[in-house]
């Protein structure tokens, strides 16, 4: 099939690489982004996010005119929505958290007025087993002049998929093109449609399944790093107990020929793996145990951290009374300005919440601190840092803090292994 227009709803971390790479292949590219400043920064051929080689992309997509953005959808022949699947606000702690297709709604409600007989839908959006075709009940509520393939099948009106997206922040260029895709159309002909569409520019195979597989894979992936990374997290908190290097031992129990141990962190961060796994539990929760006990490893892991921060700003007040603690990123990954879900950024508003200290932030990807943290300490480049405090933790490993890790003075709560990486 011939896609000549493409309509992006959502224009995030996702959203604007993919209408940036359709346009790069001369598609005519409408993004949609209920954010005026994002409409805005997109149409001087800009970028809101940081990303490695996307601001170039943009700026000639837009200069050469095939991309535009803009707050409301048009008519197009593919839709792709790509916003985001929050949770639910959790009324008590120990509650199963519920995802929040809100925004996939609204999605839907924005792009149904202009959907035309022919169109191709596809959710990117990473969501709970059934999203899909909630949001096609959703677009048949607003549309009755049109079928859809829950109600027509094969002859639907509009065909209806969904891809989930697989890339690994700081690389999205490059997966994008790379990465097989898994493509689940709620038709036969959705699925297919949905392949021509994206081989636009994937270079990666095009698997077809159903809507449901295609959404209970993409949580699959993710939560089995989920698990993977609690193994770890659970491993550091075991060998602290018993004074072992965990670092260490991953390093010598990794020689094993069928053993590869992740690293461990503060815990777990960003939309996807810090999420996904819970869609799998809201839907099975008596039948997920393994994928909710490493969430709650996982989760619990930012509070351990911060138990052994306060610890160690005691002992360091009881030699010498004042303390000043750096705090070694706040992104929920190295080398990006992403702060979602990040553990970082749950240890640092424990520790100025309940420790009595001043308090240095390192960041270098971005320009002032989040409104958590405003007021609560100053932000210093690495090395001003890491002459003035008397406690460096790191929790984030940033490439400049492996490169300078060295120059640091005082006493050290290394989250990442950053002081011995070298030997990982």
């Not at 959006?125 to 999203?131: K, R």
């Not at 770890?232 to 908190?237: G, H, T, V, Y």
């Not at 960003?270 to 994928?291: L, M, Q, T, Y």
């Not at 709650?296 to 160690?312: C, L, Q, S, Y």
């Amino acid at each position: 099939m011939n896609f000549d227009t493409i309509c992006v709803v959502g224009l995030g971390y996702i959203g604007l690489p993919t209408a940036t790479m359709f346009a790069s292949r001369r598609k005519k590219v409408v993004g949609v982004d209920v954010n005026k400043h994002v409409v805005d920064t997109i149409n001087r051929g800009e970028i809101h996010i940081v990303e490695p080689e996307l601001d170039i992309a943009v700026h000639a997509a837009v200069k050469e005119g095939y991309l535009r953005a803009t707050a409301r959808p048009e008519p197009a022949d593919a839709f792709l929505v790509a916003v985001p699947t929050p949770f639910k606000k959790r009324q008590a702690e120990d509650e199963i958290p519920s995802p929040d297709l809100s925004y996939i709604q609204a999605a839907a409600d924005s792009i149904a007025p202009v959907l035309e007989k022919g169109n191709l839908v596809i959710l990117e959006s990473t969501s709970p087993v059934g999203a899909t075709e909630q949001m096609a009940d959703w677009l048949a509520e607003a549309r009755p002049d049109l079928t859809f393939p829950q109600q027509a099948g094969e002859e639907a009106d509009v065909m209806v998929a969904h891809c989930p997206e697989r890339v690994l922040p700081g690389r999205v260029m490059y997966e994008l093109i790379e990465n097989d895709r898994i493509i689940g159309g709620m038709t036969a002909k959705s699925s297919t449609a949905a392949c021509d569409l994206y081989k636009t520019f994937v270079r990666g195979e095009c698997l077809t399944t159903t809507a449901r597989t295609a959404e209970m894979a993409k949580l699959t992936e993710n939560a089995f790093r989920d698990v993977n990374i609690a193994f770890a997290n659970e491993l550091s908190i075991i060998c602290d107990g018993l004074s072992i290097d965990v670092w260490e031992l991953i390093k010598m129990a990794n020689r094993h020929p069928r053993v590869n141990i992740l690293n461990p962190g503060p815990g777990v961060g960003g939309h996807c793996i810090a999420v996904d796994p819970w869609f799998i539990v809201s839907r099975s929760p008596n039948e997920s145990k393994v994928i909710k006990s490493a969430r709650d490893v996982n989760d619990g892991k930012p509070i351990w951290t911060f138990e052994k921060v306060k610890e160690a700003v005691e002992r360091i007040r009881n030699k010498k009374g004042n303390v000043t603690v750096g705090v070694y990123g706040l992104t929920f990954k190295a080398d990006i300005d992403d702060l979602r879900e990040s553990p970082a950024m749950r240890v640092s508003e424990l520790i100025v919440s309940n420790i009595d200290a001043e308090f240095v932030f390192v960041e270098p990807n971005i320009k002032k601190l989040p409104s958590s943290l405003e007021g609560q300490g100053v932000m210093k480049e690495f090395d001003q840092a890491a002459k003035c405090c008397d406690l460096h933790v790191f929790l984030v490993d940033h490439k400049e803090f492996l490169d300078k890790s060295e120059k640091v003075s005082g006493e050290i709560f290394d989250t990442k292994g950053i002081v011995k990486r070298d030997g990982l």
